[in-house]
T-cell receptor, first 116, second 109 residues
Framework: DGGITQSPKYLFRKEGQNVTLSCEQNLNHDAMYWYRQDPGQGLRLIYYSQIVNDFQKGDIAEGYSVSREKKESFPLTVTSAQKNPTAFYLC???????????????FGQGTRLTVV | QKEVEQNSGPLSVPEGAIASLNCTYSDRGSQSFFWYRQYSGKSPELIMFIYSNGDKEDGRFTAQLNKASQYVSLLIRDSQPSDSATYLCAVSNTGKLIFGQGTTLQVKP
């Protein structure tokens, strides 16, 4: 089955610790995205990548870091510099806009991070 | 000014009525426009996309785009209780996909 896998589904961490969220896709998509969703809010873009070894900051990149060493993988690290890390994190992938402009993004099931 | 704006609602409509959801965007270079539906605690799923001015229909759903007014809307005909969810408008420009805050729709039986 093709899809996007985020793991773990729930994650608990102590304040001050870095934590890495996993996102893997087998859809052969070039583009991948990370979003953060707070209760009652929409999705806010953290980072996005249109091709391997390249990524861009979104609107709320401070306190986060990513890497894109493989096409299938786009891990997100929530660092201790992120002041309010508790949130629902969603990873998505799509065909890159430079291949097909009007392409939908497919989402993983999300990781709910709680920092205590 | 937010890049993509939606009225957070809730928008309440009776079963069988037409629900109208609206979205405005600030980037005139935006190329593609999407409507996603998100049930509580779940991931968003695509309802439809539109990229040309005018209307696009898919079953009970119609998306409308007016690039001059920087406005995109979604009409849901014959609304059902199962349509109760949050509807997210998303706008794409050269691969940067930005979402609005979503509109909560409640369809009352």
């Amino acid at each position: 089955d093709g899809g996007i896998t985020q793991s773990p589904k729930y994650l608990f961490r102590k304040e001050g610790q870095n934590v890495t969220l996993s996102c893997e896709q087998n859809l052969n998509h070039d583009a991948m995205y990370w979003y953060r969703q707070d209760p009652g809010q929409g999705l806010r873009l953290i980072y996005y990548s249109q091709i391997v070894n390249d990524f861009q900051k979104g609107d709320i990149a401070e306190g986060y870091s990513v890497s894109r060493e493989k096409k299938e993988s786009f891990p997100l690290t929530v660092t201790s510099a992120q002041k309010n890390p508790t949130a629902f994190y969603l990873c998505a992938s799509s065909i890159a806009y430079w291949r097909l402009m009007n392409t939908e993004a497919f989402f993983g099931q999300g990781t709910r991070l709680t920092v205590v | 000014q937010k890049e993509v704006e939606q009225n957070s609602g809730p928008l309440s409509v009776p079963e069988g009525a037409i629900a109208s959801l609206n979205c405005t965007y600030s980037d005139r270079g935006s190329q593609s426009f999407f409507w996603y539906r998100q049930y509580s605690g779940k991931s968003p799923e695509l309802i439809m996309f539109i990229y040309s001015n005018g209307d696009k229909e898919d079953g009970r759903f119609t998306a409308q785009l007016n690039k001059a007014s920087q406005y995109v809307s979604l009409l849901i005909r014959d609304s059902q209780p199962s349509d109760s969810a949050t509807y997210l408008c998303a706008v794409s420009n050269t691969g940067k996909l930005i979402f609005g805050q979503g509109t909560t729709l409640q369809v009352k039986p």
